[in-house]
Antibody, heavy 121, light 107 residues
Framework: QVQLVQSEAELQKPGASVKISCRTS????????MHWVRQAPGQGLEWMGI????????IYAQRFQGRVTMTRDTSTNMGYMELRSLRSDDTAIYYC??????????????WGQGTLVTVSS | DIQMTQSPSSLSASVGDRVTITCRAS??????LAWYQQKPGKVPKLLIY???TLHSGVPSRFSGSGSGTVFTLTISSLQPEDVATYYC?????????FGHGTKVEIK
């Protein structure tokens, strides 16, 4: 069955970086885009960016440009999201999710369980 | 960037009521519109895609309509298990912006 399993919660200091992993199984990793979405406490969903696991290219939301990098390892079917220069308002649950690349594909039909990142001194 | 505006931001309705949530895009997005349900403390779940296609396993009391710039999510008969926040999302191109959400409660 399709699974996206994320790394454990993180506590980071302001100015530090965090790298979250998303281990996938049960589907062809390179045929589904990987998205990253975050949700601050009590707030809505915020789209961060999308990565093509086949070629490794990524598109980031403008507000994260220069601070975020999305990568993948096709040998282990894992995706990664690194966010740098952390601030307190980066405290959020971060989700990975997949999107079918097919022309009639589904949007985010499977999500990881979420990774809580807390930024505090 | 295209903005997605949902209304209302919250609503309270009785069990059995018909509930409608609207999502407006600041520019046309065709039918590249999805709806997600997020129950408290849970991961978002895909309900509807391509504006009106029900995702597998979603109860038939949920329906979606619209194209271009105005979209609606309708729950034909609200059930207690439908208490959640509902989000629309455009996915025609990046950025794949979400609406701010509509919190649905039982009166």
């Amino acid at each position: 069955q399709v699974q996206l399993v994320q790394s454990e919660a993180e506590l980071q200091k302001p100015g530090a970086s965090v790298k979250i992993s998303c281990r996938t199984s049960g589907y062809s990793f390179t045929k589904f885009w990987m998205h990253w979405v975050r949700q601050a406490p009590g707030q809505g969903l915020e789209w961060m960016g999308i990565m093509n696991p086949s070629g490794g290219t990524a598109i980031y939301a403008q507000r994260f440009q220069g601070r975020v990098t999305m990568t993948r390892d096709t040998s282990t079917n894992m995706g990664y999201m690194e966010l740098r220069s952390l601030r307190s308002d980066d405290t959020a649950i971060y989700y990975c999710a997949r999107e079918d690349m097919a022309s009639s594909g589904l949007p985010l039909d499977f999500w990881g369980q979420g990774t809580l990142v807390t930024v505090s001194s | 960037d295209i903005q997605m505006t949902q209304s209302p931001s919250s609503l309270s309705a009785s069990v059995g009521d018909r509930v409608t949530i609207t999502c407006r895009a600041s520019q046309g997005i065709g039918n590249f519109l999805a709806w997600y349900q997020q129950k408290p403390g849970k991961v978002p779940k895909l309900l509807i895609y391509s504006a009106s296609t029900l995702h597998s396993g979603v109860p038939s009391r949920f329906s979606g309509s619209g194209s271009g710039t105005v979209f609606t999510l309708t729950i034909s008969s609200l059930q207690p298990e439908d208490v959640a926040t509902y989000y629309c999302q455009k996915y025609n191109s990046a950025p794949q912006t979400f609406g701010h959400g509509t919190k649905v409660e039982i009166k």
